[in-house]
């Protein structure tokens, strides 16, 4: 079975074929094969062609792909949406998404199951954020980070960043979606990568996009319940199991609903961890 919200999605290359497997085995919860920014426009043609022919033949694991086609402004947007309408795929990145109608141009090219992950990379697309949201057929919400500075013209520390990171943890909530996808570490220094997830986490999101599998176990890592933290919330469980009033006190602290809330989900979140 499928882990029903992943928290790792490693970029492969579309033009690489000899990746995909590869990929699908380093360990995390989804994979997204790239037609954009990790294929050169001479090779996006082969790597179509290559996409299409592996798609055939991968079996089960096609629920774990997305497909990262081209932007909707691009020359190599229409010849993408063919792509996915010829292999059906069940999942879609959709870079530099600006609209809920981008959305829906996609979602025409799939079966009905199918989803469409936007991607958050331009003001447009944050000012536009609630409609692309609350649009049918989206899986949740990822911010393109690097895209997003070029667009604004804002460096790595600028707290713009934060502000745009939290508006789609805000709008991925009110539409309710599953915590969005936070954007690449070009480093690979784990500890680089536990950090920014640490960052991204303390924003509201819940996963992040890897360029590289040995950043897979890092994202893990920083997204696990700290073993403090397990204790804390098995203590609180078995007081509140335990009690016969609606609120308690654990540790010297109060304990009502909300406190149980964030002690259940993060017994869950240990229990799916890899």
Known sequence: MLDPTPQTYLFVPGNRPERFAKALAAGADRIIIDLEDAVAPADKA????????????AGEAREKVLIRINDAATAWHGEDLALIHAVQSRSVMLPKCEAAAQVAAVLAQLASSASVLPLIETARGLLALPAIAAAPGVARLAFGALDYMLDLDIPADSLALDYAAAQLAIASRAAGL???????????????????????????????????????????????????????????????????SGAIQVDGKMVDLPVVRKAERLLTQAARMP
């Open 46 to 57: 082969a790597a179509r062609a290559a996409i299409a022919e592996w798609m055939g033949h």
């Open 178 to 244: 599953a915590p969005p996808v936070a954007g690449v570490t070009p480093a690979l220094d784990a500890a680089r990568v536990s950090a920014d997830m640490g960052h991204a986490r303390s924003l509201g999101f819940g996963a992040k996009m890897c360029i590289h599998p040995s950043q897979v176990a890092a994202v893990h890592a920083a997204l696990a319940p700290r073993a403090e933290e397990l204790v804390w919330a098995q203590r609180v469980m078995q007081a509140w199991q335990a009690a016969s």
